[in-house]
């Protein structure tokens, strides 16, 4: 199985900030590679898909780069709806696998 | 509009068994693998099962392998998983996803169902 590592584990930041969050894979799994956030009590949302896609309806302060192992989450100016959890995933090969998550805290 | 719709979540004790269910529409359900994806208390996201289109693929991770079942009804446009032998670390939010394939864009969730294992 893919594994993918995800740091910081846990991010303190201010509103206006300019946040990045990393994503490592075991292995080369190209540009297959998604963002998501999370808010309590809800069903994960995806952000990012191809490793830099913006999905339909996501801001332009988000924004993603990176292909083969190594990969970053932007967030370039945090607003007070940004503070969430945030997960990557590749879809490389089965079985998809999560990055164990990044709490943003204000 | 793609739904997916989860349900037959709940409390059971440990040794117990769950079916949960999928109901999926909005979209060619036949033509899409799908996904178990489960969040425990305070935890991040584990998928904990996969099956293909056609059923001739499916995973389970090793923390359920030889307890759940997942299966599909195409017909029906539904996802089960038959879960056996709970745990008290079974307990978690299920969620039914369709998540993004290779040259895909979309991916879809269930709004989750909560399955409760008791000591």
């Known amino acids: 199985d893919i594994q993918m590592t995800q740091s910081p584990s846990s991010l303190s930041a201010s509103v206006g900030d300019r946040v990045t969050i990393t994503c490592r894979a075991s292995q080369d799994i190209s540009n297959y590679l998604a963002w998501f956030q999370q808010k309590p009590g809800k069903a994960p949302k995806s952000l990012i898909y191809?490793?830099?896609s913006l999905q339909s309806g996501v801001p332009s302060e988000f924004s993603g780069s990176g292909s083969g192992t190594d990969f970053t989450l932007t967030i370039s100016s945090l607003q007070p709806e940004d503070f969430a959890t945030y997960y990557c995933q590749q879809y490389s090969s089965y079985p998809f696998t999560f990055g164990q998550g990044t709490k943003l805290e204000i | 509009e793609v739904q997916l719709v989860e349900s037959g979540g709940g409390l059971v004790k440990r040794g117990g068994s769950l079916t949960l269910s999928c109901a999926a529409s909005?979209?060619?359900?036949?033509?899409?693998?799908m996904h178990w994806v489960r969040q425990a208390p305070g935890k991040g996201l584990e998928c904990v099962s996969s099956?293909?289109?056609?059923?001739?693929?499916?995973y389970y991770a090793d923390s359920v392998k030889g307890r759940f079942t997942v299966s599909r009804d195409n017909a029906r446009n539904s996802l089960y998983l038959q879960m056996n032998s709970l745990r008290t670390e079974d307990t978690a939010v299920y969620y039914c996803?369709?998540?993004?394939?290779?040259?895909?864009?979309?991916?879809?969730w269930g709004q989750g169902t909560l399955v409760t294992v008791s000591s």
């Open positions: 996803a369709r998540l993004i394939q290779a040259a895909g864009t979309d991916d879809y």
């Open positions: 909005g979209f060619t359900f036949s033509l899409y693998s």
């Open positions: 191809a490793a830099s």
């Open positions: 099956i293909s289109s056609s059923s001739n693929y499916i």
